[in-house]
């Protein structure tokens, strides 16, 4: 008898041993090599979002009427990168940490511009491309343009401004 009650003592021991590692197992996540998820053939949408394990907003890819747009958001919230369309124009902005636009890469048409701001959104600098004309635009802190390099039905050219926006000096 006390034979029998040593094996069942261990048998419950073992089940209870048993059922502690299964559930810890069923809690840890696994990887498993060679084991393909099924695949959609197609995924359509209007709008799609990508969270973090909070739940927090990370990305965003979305259509608005003909236009796509693909925002990223940082840990804080604050949108950070989009790349988009907005008619025949395409473009990547970047931000701050505090979500104010800094860089611009724009091609609208046939002309492609960097634009680049300061920490309060002002655009500082340009730089543009159309068929045989380019510039290179510098502005003071107010958005005034103050210099502008650049070429025009390839005649090279340079205007300094005054603060007022007048022509201060020009060549040629």
Known sequence: ?????????AGGCAGLVGGML????????????NVN?????DLRAKALE??????????VLATVDEDVYLGIVDKRGKLIATLGTKGDEVSLRL???HGEPQAA????????SLTLADE????RVALLSAGTNTGLFIADENSTPRLDFGT???KAGIDVYNPDGSTAWKAP
């Open 50 to 59: 990508l969270v973090d394990k909070s739940g927090r907003t990370r990305m």
């Open 95 to 97: 931000g701050d940490a």
């Open 1 to 9: 008898m006390p034979h029998d009650l040593l094996s069942i003592v």
């Open 120 to 123: 309060k959104g002002k655009r």
């Open 22 to 33: 299964v559930a810890a197992l069923a809690r840890t996540p696994r990887v498993f090599a």
């Open 152 to 154: 025009v039905h390839g």
């Open 105 to 112: 890469l724009t091609l609208s048409g046939n002309m492609p």
């Open 37 to 41: 998820p099924p695949v959609a053939e």
